[in-house]
């Protein structure tokens, strides 16, 4: 890709952020949203592996934190096309009330399992994550949920950092809800230096919430050391 053609892609992105609605609510609609995941991978053999990962995000136009979940999670290379993965994540997230009540902080205990099928096709990179969540809360019933993720991987690299365009949708089905969230996701992949991989992206969600559905826009940074 040409160096013009790089910085128009960028531009365009900014534009989405800036046009974001600046009267949304934290969580409400519209809300523009920074989340930043920092990551550690290690390969233990040749089939297994092990990854670590903890999340940050700011909601009601990056004004206030409200979200942080870490996650450990081991993984078995069955075949190149299948991997399986038991993982553990713990949530903790700001409940706003609309009362005259001050904000409190709940966790969420969530044990859950992926498996990933991964394929090549003229030098695209397609892995389907299926994952299947157990959800424990502090203040509302148990649930579980289903999560599908499709991811494409470009074959394009560019300068340097191997800049590595990819696109990528989610969808969520939730016990006695069934389909009620999506993202859609585009962004680019880079090297930064060995050993040091990171991620630009631009998030649209949509959930159900009550009657109506409602959007956030979400810019995303990830940093993953990888051994």
């Known amino acids: 890709m040409k160096r013009g053609s790089l910085k128009a892609w960028l531009l365009g992105l900014g534009i989405m952020c800036c046009t974001s609605p600046?009267?949304?609510?934290?969580?409400?609609?519209?809300?523009?949203?920074?989340?930043?995941?920092?990551?550690?991978?290690?390969?233990m053999t040749d089939q297994w592996k092990a990854y670590a990962e903890a999340e940050f995000r700011f909601g009601d136009n990056v004004s206030e934190f409200y979200y942080q979940h870490t996650q450990l999670e081991i993984a078995y290379k069955i075949t190149d096309w299948l991997e399986l993965a038991p993982a553990y994540r713990q949530v903790w997230e700001l409940f706003t009330s609309t009362k005259e009540e001050d904000d409190d902080w709940f966790t969420e205990y969530r044990p859950m399992l992926n498996a990933t099928l991964k394929h090549k096709w003229e030098g695209w990179d397609i892995s389907d994550r299926n994952r299947l969540e157990f959800r424990e809360f502090e203040v509302k019933d148990d649930a579980i949920r289903y999560r599908n993720k499709l991811t494409l991987k470009s074959p394009w690299k560019w300068t340097h950092l191997g800049i590595n365009p990819f696109i990528a949708d989610e969808v969520f089905f939730q016990e006695d809800a069934g389909f009620n969230r999506n993202r859609l996701q585009v962004g680019v992949g880079m090297k930064i230096i060995e050993h040091l991989e990171g991620e630009l992206y631009y998030l649209w969600q949509t959930s159900e919430k009550g009657d109506e559905w409602i959007d956030f826009h979400v810019i995303g940074t990830k940093l993953k050391f990888k051994f």
């Open 22 to 43: 600046l009267l949304a609510t934290l969580n409400g609609d519209g809300d523009f949203q920074y989340w930043n995941t920092e990551a550690i991978e290690g390969k």
